[in-house]
Nanobody, 115 residues
Framework: QVQLVESGGGLVQPGGSLRLSCAAS????????MGWYRQAPGKQRELVAS???????NYADSVKGRFTISRDNAKNTVYLQMNSLKPEDTAVYLC?????????WGQGTQVTVSS
């Protein structure tokens, strides 16, 4: 059974940092494109960053230069390092695993940026 378990969310002040983790099980992790999405109240879910099986990365314009996605294939884990956080980064962050027609989601972790 596929499981994606996020961790690392929380409350942080503007300008602060957080690192999110997503541990995957039940999939052949190395073949999947892994992504982080976020959804704020009243807004559509949006892609934050993704990383392919080959290590190619893609970022939303709003997070370029502040966020970094990485993966550790030995640990079946994808990370999102978030620096210089802004109040507008407040959202539920969800992990996604995609390969062909397979598309899996985690339950999400809340990130709140507030003073």
């Amino acid at each position: 059974q596929v499981q994606l378990v996020e961790s690392g969310g929380g409350l942080v002040q503007p300008g602060g940092s957080l690192r999110l983790s997503c541990a995957a099980s039940g999939i052949t992790f190395t073949i999947y494109t892994m992504g982080w999405y976020r959804q704020a109240p009243g807004k559509q879910r949006e892609l934050v960053a993704s990383i392919t099986s080959g290590g190619n990365t893609n970022y939303a314009d709003s997070v370029k230069g502040r966020f970094t996605i990485s993966r550790d294939n030995a640990k079946n884990t994808v990370y999102l390092q978030m620096n210089s956080l802004k109040p507008e980064d407040t959202a539920v962050y969800l992990c996604n695993a995609k390969a062909g027609i397979v598309n899996r989601w985690g339950q999400g972790t809340q990130v709140t940026v507030s003073s």
